[in-house]
């Protein structure tokens, strides 16, 4: 929960900037974020810190996709919302944002706990041999790797259930974004069929 | 598995890496604690020269007393022919093709190298946020790109070698050859195997974005969408199995279906869940060659499962040896590789496997696949495998790992090679000790037996 915490407050730290120039945007998504609940009960599509200001032309069609995020290596999409958006679109617009940030969420939060926790078991075996965290020439020591690999074990048997969870939700997920999109393609295919049918008849 | 990855440039900051110019013999060597002090100090075309050679290929090395995973650039020994190289010397160092550089910002472009390290740092917030404004791209479909989306979704390279042992495997049965049965059948599992390939892809985006290795993917990057790799992988996997069951045989079109199937299905799930994915991916590497075979024949034979179990016990020093250098990267992925779970298994099991080789080869003339020479002549290899699997046993270390890693790349062909070369021939006079009942006789048949039944 504190890294949850401490993860939140990083997001907004990194965005303060950026809510007054997303407010106006036509083109982002309004999703809320479930971690950010609490603080904007405004209505206004909140954007994440993990967003740059990076504003795609207006005139384009297409949704843009971003550098890795520096805590979850996961891209960020910009949806670009049509005029004549389906329901059914906005549905898949919204599904995709909400699995995007969750997917965020918890590999931000994975990141993290990881490297604190390598952290930390670094600085508990340099402790035990006498050593101090960094050398003479004030580099941060490192262990060999058959050290190391006393922590990722420890690390991955400690969060077998977790990524197990994830797994399903996540294969839950890409299987109903998938069918949604393979829905709206068919009724996007449809519509152009039949627009293109309705003057001849 | 052995790509150049062209589009990177990592911070240089080895204190112990020296080049070797041929051309220039004025300027001298190069006798600089690292590259970009090197560029800084010489014009631009040899900074371009050096990009070129420098992209070449990425190394793993050991920085001072610790091993570190990550990845370095290796200047290319140029020539011999220089007046003053007493004092340069080049670092050995040994290629990991699957290990790719950290670099200094995620998705950052080819910068000089005095832009980077330190000078990141120092980078101004501004400069930053535009950079990172103009990495942003389009998520429109390029046609032109489409081959080489299709080519890395599909893992060509790892397609390829699945279609050389299903090759293999036709070429080793006891029937004649077939060019058109032979090419429909590795058109079938070439397209069986992108289906998989890019099905495992879209199974496993945000864990392909978290590794290393994996994070150039077409899926990662965007450059399709998921239900585009879908798509692409029904339209490879369903002529790939109708292609194999109708034109070829229904067992091999059953085999390449369960093939699929496994990979996709059981060993992509299980790797998160269970070490007991390496076991089954080794089943999924070793049916292709059972495929080639029962294309050839239309039957299992004991031949079609002796080369199905020659790649089965292959896979593990292979794989074994791979996931070693690679356990940081899968315990922060949630990865459950045997070599962070279970690593006194993993050096077992890759000895074990590497020794079983051997007794598999002397199967080969017991089951009338290879004549008596097959076991003799193989022998050097598998003992050499052996060896390093031994020492990778005895010591796991980075270093071993990789030589075990790079001595099974090598391995398979040779062995493929040899079975092929010591195939018993049909006219062989000694015999079969035992006929497989569905198999041809021996004698040069009036009319060839076909393989569609």
């Given at each position: 929960?504190?890294?949850?915490?401490?993860?939140?407050?990083?997001?907004?730290?990194?965005?303060?900037?950026?809510?007054?120039?997303?407010q106006?945007?036509?083109?982002?998504?309004?999703?809320?974020?479930?971690?950010?609940?609490?603080?904007?009960?405004?209505?206004?599509?909140?954007?994440?810190?993990?967003?740059?200001?990076?504003?795609?032309?207006?005139?384009?069609?297409?949704?843009?996709?971003?550098?890795?995020?520096r805590?979850?290596?996961?891209?960020p999409?910009?949806?670009?919302?049509?005029?004549?958006?389906?329901?059914?679109?906005?549905?898949?617009?919204?599904?995709?944002?909400?699995?995007?940030?969750?997917?965020?969420?918890?590999?931000?939060?994975?990141?993290?706990?990881?490297?604190?926790?390598?952290?930390?078991?670094?600085?508990?075996?340099?402790?035990?041999?006498?050593?101090?965290?960094?050398?003479?020439?004030?580099?941060?020591?490192?262990?060999?790797?058959?050290?190391?690999?006393?922590?990722?074990?420890?690390?991955?048997?400690k969060?077998?259930?977790?990524?197990a969870?994830?797994?399903?939700?996540?294969?839950?997920?890409?299987?109903?974004?998938?069918?949604?999109?393979?829905?709206?393609?068919?009724?996007?295919?449809?519509?152009?069929?039949?627009?293109r049918?309705?003057?001849?008849? | 598995?052995?790509?150049?990855?062209?589009?990177?440039?990592?911070?240089?900051?080895?204190?112990?890496?020296?080049?070797?110019?041929?051309e220039?013999?004025?300027?001298?060597?190069?006798?600089?604690?690292?590259?970009?002090?090197?560029?800084?100090?010489?014009?631009?075309?040899?900074?371009?020269?050096?990009?070129?050679?420098?992209?070449?290929r990425?190394?793993?090395?050991?920085?001072?007393?610790?091993?570190?995973?990550?990845?370095?650039?290796?200047?290319?020994?140029?020539?011999?022919?220089?007046?003053?190289?007493?004092d340069?010397?080049?670092?050995?160092?040994?290629?990991?093709?699957?290990?790719?550089?950290?670099?200094?910002?995620?998705?950052?472009?080819?910068?000089?190298?005095?832009?980077?390290?330190?000078?990141?740092?120092?980078?101004?917030?501004?400069?930053?946020?535009?950079?990172?404004?103009?990495?942003?791209?389009?998520?429109?479909?390029?046609?032109?790109?489409?081959?080489g989306?299709?080519?890395?979704?599909?893992?060509?390279?790892?397609?390829?070698?699945?279609?050389?042992?299903?090759?293999?495997?036709?070429?080793?049965?006891?029937?004649?050859?077939?060019?058109?049965c032979?090419?429909?059948?590795?058109?079938?599992?070439?397209?069986?195997?992108?289906?998989?390939?890019?099905?495992?892809?879209?199974?496993?985006?945000?864990?392909?974005?978290?590794?290393?290795?994996?994070?150039?993917?077409?899926?990662?990057?965007?450059?399709?969408?998921?239900l585009?790799?879908?798509?692409?992988?029904?339209?490879?996997?369903?002529?790939?199995?109708?292609?194999?069951?109708?034109?070829?045989?229904?067992?091999?079109?059953?085999?390449?279906?369960?093939?699929?199937?496994?990979?996709?299905?059981?060993?992509?799930?299980?790797?998160?869940?269970?070490?007991?994915?390496?076991?089954?991916?080794?089943?999924?590497?070793?049916?292709?060659?059972i495929?080639?075979?029962?294309?050839?024949?239309?039957?299992?034979?004991?031949?079609?499962?002796?080369?199905?179990?020659?790649?089965?016990?292959?896979?593990?020093?292979?794989?074994?040896?791979?996931?070693?250098?690679?356990?940081?990267?899968?315990?922060?992925?949630?990865?459950?590789?045997?070599?962070?779970?279970?690593?006194?298994?993993?050096?077992?099991?890759?000895?074990?496997?590497?020794?079983?080789?051997?007794?598999?080869?002397?199967?080969?003339?017991?089951?009338?696949?290879?004549?008596?020479?097959?076991?003799?002549?193989?022998?050097?290899?598998?003992?050499?495998?052996?060896?390093?699997?031994?020492?990778?046993?005895?010591?796991?270390?980075?270093?071993?790992a990789?030589?075990?890693?790079?001595?099974?790349?090598?391995?398979?062909?040779?062995?493929?090679?040899?079975?092929?070369?010591?195939?018993?021939?049909?006219?062989?006079?000694?015999?079969?000790?035992?006929?497989?009942?569905?198999?041809?006789?021996?004698?040069?048949?009036?009319?060839?037996?076909?393989?569609?039944?």
């Amino acid at each position: 929960m504190n890294v949850k915490a401490a993860v939140c407050q990083l997001w907004r730290t990194y965005h303060q900037h950026n809510l007054p120039c997303f407010q106006t945007l036509r083109n982002v998504c309004a999703s809320r974020r479930t971690c950010s609940a609490n603080e904007s009960d405004s209505g206004q599509p909140e954007r994440t810190g993990k967003r740059s200001n990076f504003v795609p032309v207006a005139s384009s069609k297409h949704d843009w996709i971003g550098p890795p995020d520096r805590l979850s290596n996961l891209r960020p999409i910009i949806y670009h919302i049509p005029e004549n958006e389906t329901p059914l679109e906005r549905q898949l617009r919204h599904m995709r944002q909400e699995t995007e940030d969750w997917n965020h969420q918890f590999w931000a939060n994975q990141n993290l706990t990881f490297s604190k926790e390598k952290d930390e078991f670094i600085h508990m075996c340099l402790k035990a041999k006498g050593l101090n965290r960094r050398d003479e020439n004030g580099r941060k020591r490192t262990l060999s790797s058959e050290e190391m690999a006393v922590f990722y074990k420890d690390f991955l048997d400690k969060n077998c259930t977790k990524h197990a969870n994830y797994n399903k939700e996540w294969y839950r997920r890409n299987f109903t974004i998938t069918l949604l999109m393979g829905r709206v393609a068919l009724h996007r295919a449809w519509r152009r069929l039949t627009r293109r049918r309705s003057p001849v008849t | 598995m052995y790509k150049t990855p062209c589009s990177k440039l990592t911070v240089l900051v080895s204190a112990g890496v020296f080049q070797r110019l041929a051309e220039n013999g004025t300027r001298g060597h190069l006798c600089s604690r690292s590259l970009f002090q090197f560029s800084a100090s010489y014009p631009r075309e040899w900074i371009t020269f050096q990009h070129l050679s420098f992209l070449k290929r990425q190394y793993v090395i050991k920085n001072g007393g610790g091993l570190r995973q990550r990845a370095r650039p290796k200047q290319e020994p140029l020539s011999a022919a220089l007046e003053d190289h007493d004092d340069s010397v080049v670092r050995q160092v040994q290629q990991v093709p699957a290990i790719r550089p950290v670099p200094a910002l995620p998705g950052a472009p080819t910068e000089t190298p005095e832009r980077e390290g330190e000078a990141q740092a120092k980078e101004p917030d501004a400069a930053l946020e535009a950079r990172l404004e103009r990495q942003w791209k389009e998520l429109k479909v390029d046609m032109a790109d489409l081959p080489g989306v299709y080519a890395r979704l599909s893992k060509i390279k790892l397609t390829a070698l699945v279609v050389t042992t299903a090759a293999a495997g036709y070429a080793m049965a006891p029937v004649p050859f077939d060019p058109a049965c032979f090419l429909l059948a590795s058109l079938g599992t070439g397209l069986s195997s992108c289906a998989a390939n890019s099905i495992n892809q879209y199974f496993e985006v945000p864990f392909d974005s978290n590794m290393n290795r994996t994070k150039n993917r077409p899926l990662v990057r965007g450059q399709i969408s998921p239900l585009h790799a879908v798509a692409f992988a029904a339209a490879c996997g369903v002529p790939g199995v109708s292609l194999l069951a109708l034109a070829v045989n229904p067992l091999t079109g059953f085999l390449g279906a369960l093939n699929i199937f496994l990979y996709t299905c059981c060993y992509t799930p299980l790797k998160r869940l269970s070490i007991t994915n390496t076991w089954v991916g080794a089943v999924v590497g070793a049916i292709p060659p059972i495929m080639g075979w029962t294309a050839a024949t239309g039957a299992l034979d004991p031949g079609a499962l002796l080369l199905g179990a020659f790649l089965y016990s292959w896979q593990f020093p292979h794989f074994n040896a791979l996931s070693w250098n690679l356990r940081e990267d899968y315990s922060r992925g949630g990865y459950r590789m045997m070599s962070v779970t279970h690593p006194a298994l993993c050096k077992r099991v890759a000895l074990r496997h590497s020794l079983g080789l051997i007794g598999l080869s002397c199967l080969g003339p017991a089951l009338d696949l290879t004549t008596w020479t097959f076991p003799l002549v193989s022998l050097p290899i598998n003992l050499y495998i052996s060896y390093l699997a031994f020492r990778f046993h005895r010591h796991a270390s980075r270093d071993s790992a990789r030589k075990l890693f790079f001595c099974s790349l090598w391995h398979l062909p040779m062995l493929l090679l040899l079975l092929l070369t010591c195939k018993r021939s049909r006219k062989d006079p000694e015999g079969p000790a035992l006929a497989p009942p569905m198999s041809p006789p021996l004698v040069p048949p009036v009319s060839p037996p076909t393989p569609h039944s």
